[in-house]
């Protein structure tokens, strides 16, 4: 009988520890977040980019951006602080392994180069990380920016572990031309502005919670009638 405690105790014990295990690398599943909030120079209704999240294992992460076309206009990212983040670095430190930059394939815009990563203050969203830049100029603009970048610590569990807010309460923000969709180079900007990706407040979140539960009480009643 003892034996056979034993023996469960420890299947027990490597299936736990295979649970542990499989949790450590997370299912590359998506998470997609929508930018939205401009500054007061892109007075044009968003939301303006996609951003798309995914945590490819729990030290590594690709974030792809695309521009989206809201209202008739599209908004494509250029210049300074084109695309930033503020990634989740816990104790540690992020390397930003690849940047591709895609431009429109028609309207005869310029292949989008990167230029560098100069992390601070994306025009009064807050401090971000990592900020990209691309090369100077409306006709070098890209419709798509997909971003590979790793971890000094095995943090990212999860997509959503992935980045953090800033001060400003935001984790991701673009650089916006935008544009008469479809965009031609030759026509110009109609705007440029910045604009970035609120995160709901805690408390608004409890309230969220709260009306969930209301709703899911007077569902039960209900039901007892």
């Known amino acids: 009988m003892r034996a056979y405690l034993r023996s ?12 542990i295990s499989l949790g450590a690398s997370p299912a590359q599943a998506t998470l997609t977040e929508f930018i939205g909030t401009p500054d007061t120079a892109l007075s044009f209704t968003g939301p303006y980019a996609q951003v ?12 792809v951006f695309t521009s989206l076309t809201t209202g ?13 983040l503020n990634v989740n670095v816990g104790g540690g430190s992020y390397t930003l392994v690849s940047v591709t930059p895609v431009g429109p394939s028609t309207g005869g815009f310029t292949t ?9 203050n994306v025009d009064g969203f807050g401090n971000f990380n990592l900020s990209l830049n691309l090369f100077d100029g409306y006709t070098n603009a890209a419709n798509s920016v997909t971003i590979n970048i790793t971890s000094s610590t095995p943090i990212w569990t999860t997509d959503a572990a ?5 001060a400003g309460a935001f984790n ?6 935008a544009c008469a969709a479809p965009c031609m180079a030759s026509a110009g900007a109609l705007a440029t502005g910045y604009a970035a990706k609120k995160i709901p407040e805690p408390t608004s979140l409890v309230l969220l ?7 899911g009480i007077v569902a039960r009643r209900r039901r007892r009638g």
């Open 72 to 84: 008739g206009n599209t908004f494509l990212m250029g210049d300074s602080a084109s695309a930033d």
């Open 8 to 19: 469960r105790h420890t299947l027990t014990s490597v299936l736990f520890a295979g649970a």
């Open 162 to 166: 992935v980045l953090v807010n800033s």
């Open 172 to 177: 991701a923000a673009i650089h916006a031309f």
């Open 209 to 215: 919670g709260t009306a969930l539960t209301g709703l």
């Open 52 to 63: 798309d999240i995914t945590a490819t294992s729990t030290t590594s992460a690709t974030i």
């Open 112 to 120: 989008p180069t990167f230029v560098s990563n100069t992390p601070g």
